[in-house]
């Protein structure tokens, strides 16, 4: 009988890189917004701490309280041993104390007191630190000129914001009646009250953005017009077109875009809705467009003849429960409120009364949606077939951007096959001289904080091309010691506290409702005390450590572990680092390795390690804005 092979364990060295990316959240939002720091913070009870490092980057931080797709929450560490931290719901208990919806808050004190903090943890806090760099003269105001920014949606609204506290003077030109666009427009008022919406908005205008509603581009004016009357122009429009279905039939009369139909919800318009109405999507719209459906009733019977209960909705998808891309809680409360699903179907035509209007959708059965490399490549059975009769038909299988105001050929600005604007992923400049994409239009349709994203780069890009001086960051690495580490008792057995919910009778009896109630305080505090801290760390001392593997027997999550330097996956710059430390025969040699997806952070390695070779240390940056000189002789509209 021969022994089993050794185990191999591959090693990384710690690195700026490596520090960074432990912090889970921090690392995936496309903002940069210290999760950890203001979860943390509403652990500890201080609320306006918490808000001051959530508002920091995001100037849509009230909204994104609502409704933000939170890809913070799905790299959450804490998700690997139960469920991730409630990060979402808890921005939005300090925005509603202290941001923008807050009763006692004037729209310019929101963006004043993170401008103003002062307190530890100002370094991460984007608008402080910005006045602290334009007052040292790293980063000069510009000096007020003009830029044009087509559309109000959050990457406009975001790139207005960063423009404004640059010292330009941003116009949005949006073509609907009310700002904000897909927010208002597209997002439900059951899940984005319309009043947070105008406070978010009347904050980004107290910094003296201007917003015209009502004009529209290619109509009221020309996009040369912008171009001659502004010194840059961002095309935020977005996608909000529906995209439609090549199907036999789908030209019948009662098939609609969905998100017309939620535009039309929205600003109060009459839509024509029958008694059975088919969503085909499986994403978070389709969810919003059917829970709408039924909330619409509600409206409905006071225009018209509608009884209460008449209307049937039935949600229908390509995915499986587990593939569907839309949000487990849009799925569940959608069921709650009487949306019936319909998995693994794909349209295959609809079908027409003798009046040309749609009577059924017939559908066959998906036997699959992705291939082996998770590519996008659905396989049917044409044999198998389900007919679902209906009278209206929303389509929420994609959205794509309206440009028919741009000319590709006259205005310099180069498109490309599915429409979009071709721009440079990291400037998001377009081919013409001073006009730049920002949003869904450069990046395809994502969340709601990567338009925020974007726009924020829309805004530093302007800023680099009128100026001549690329705004950059210097980062300094800071570790604080935290001496005796204690957590909160029994942090690692809590559960996820439910978000409440509003009563589902009185979701649909009041149409703009919000469902979710959010955490009083108390929960709010019990479930920031379940964030295993990914910004602390265990340093080992090699010098202090007498490998007795104290630490490792006392490691309630097995992330310590003493093994021979013989076992490692090393590189070669490694092993040379380890024989010159070391000598000859290095290899026999011991060394700790550690699991960082598994350690918890309890700290009871250092509690128990005889030598205090093991300290628990906060790793944080400090980051210096600065804007590199302009190149001489560089000429700049």
């Given amino acids: 009988m021969h022994p089993a092979p050794a185990a191999r364990f591959t090693v990384e060295i710690p690195d700026e890189a490596y520090w960074k990316r432990l912090i889970n959240c921090q690392h995936a939002c496309p903002v940069h917004t210290d999760a950890r720091g203001y979860v943390r913070a509403i652990a500890a009870g201080d609320l306006e701490r918490a808000y001051r490092i959530a508002r920091g980057p995001n100037p849509l931080a009230s909204i994104c309280g609502r409704v933000c797709g939170a890809p913070c929450e799905a790299a959450c560490r804490r998700g690997v041993i139960d469920a991730p931290i409630a990060i979402r719901a808890l921005k939005r208990v300090v925005t509603e104390r202290f ?21 530890p943890d100002a370094d991460l806090e984007e608008l402080a630190h910005l006045v602290r760099a334009q007052a040292a003269a790293r980063v000069p105001r510009a000096d007020a000129q003009r830029v044009a920014i087509i559309g109000s949606g959050p990457a406009g609204l975001a790139c207005a914001h960063d423009l404004a506290l640059l010292g330009m003077a941003p116009v949005i030109f949006e073509m609907e009646p009310v700002a904000a666009g897909m927010l208002y427009l597209g997002v439900p008022a059951y ?64 098939v609609h875009g969905g998100v017309d139909f939620l535009r039309a919800a929205a600003l109060g318009e009459p839509f ?48 499986s429960l587990a593939e569907m891309p839309a949000d487990d809680v849009e799925i569940v409360e959608g069921a709650e409120e009487g949306v019936l699903r319909h998995n693994s179907l794909g349209p295959v035509e609809l079908l027409k009364d003798d009046a ?16 082996a490399d998770r590519r996008f490549a659905p396989r049917f059975d044409a044999e198998d077939r389900t007919t679902i009769p209906c009278d209206t038909v ?12 741009l000319d590709a050929a006259r205005d310099r600005v180069d498109l490309d096959g599915r429409g979009f604007v071709r721009c440079d992923p990291a400037t998001l400049a377009t081919s013409a001289p001073g006009v730049f994409a920002a949003g869904d239009l450069a990046h395809g349709t994502k969340l709601l904080i990567h338009a925020v994203a974007s726009g924020k780069q829309a805004a530093r890009s302007v800023y680099a091309h009128l100026t001549g001086r690329p705004i950059t960051t210097v980062r300094t690495q800071t570790h604080e010691d935290l001496g005796p580490f204690r957590r909160e008792n029994a942090y690692e057995k809590l559960r996820r506290t439910e978000i409440p919910a509003e009563d589902v009778a009185r979701r649909l009896a009041a149409p703009a409702a919000t469902v979710e109630r959010g955490f009083d305080d108390a929960r709010a505090r019990r479930e920031g005390g379940r ?14 450590c007498v490998l007795c593997g104290g630490c490792a027997d006392v490691c309630p999550s097995l992330c310590l572990r003493l093994v021979p330097l013989e076992d490692l996956d090393l590189d070669e710059a490694q092993r040379r680092a380890a024989a010159a430390a070391l000598g000859a025969g290095w290899e026999r040699s011991s060394a700790i390795i ?21 300290t628990m240390e906060r790793m944080g940056f400090v980051e210096e804005w600065t804007a590199a000189p302009a190149a001489p002789g560089a000429s700049h509209e």
């Fill in 531 to 544: 964030c295993l801290d990914c910004g602390v760390n265990t340093i080992f001392d090699g010098a202090r």
């Fill in 594 to 614: 550690k699991d960082e997806e598994a350690c918890i952070r309890c700290g009871l390695c250092a509690q128990r390690c005889p030598v205090a070779a093991i």
């Fill in 191 to 254: 899940r984005l009250p319309r009043d947070l919406i105008r406070a978010e908005v009347a904050v980004i205008e107290s910094l003296g953005v201007e917003i015209r509603c009502g004009v529209e581009v290619g109509r009221d004016l020309s996009f040369a017009d912008l171009r001659r009357d502004h010194a840059a122009v961002v095309i935020a429009v977005g996608a909000k077109r529906s995209r439609w279905l090549k199907l036999p039939g789908a030209d019948a009369a009662g």
């Fill in 99 to 119: 941001g923008a919806e807050a009763p006692s808050r004037a729209p310019r004190a929101v963006v004043d007191s993170v401008r103003q903090a002062a307190t």
């Fill in 272 to 319: 024509p809705l029958g008694a059975r109405v088919v969503v085909i999507g499986g994403g978070n719209v389709a969810y919003d467009v059917g829970r709408t459906v039924l909330r619409q009733e509600q409206v409905d019977v006071g225009r018209t003849a509608v009884r209460l209960g008449a209307r049937e909705v039935h949600l229908c998808c390509l995915e």
């Fill in 394 to 405: 929303l389509l929420s299988v994609g959205q794509a951007p309206d440009l028919g105001f």
């Fill in 356 to 371: 040309g209007r749609v009577r059924a959708v017939v559908f066959q059965r998906v036997l699959s949606v992705y291939d």
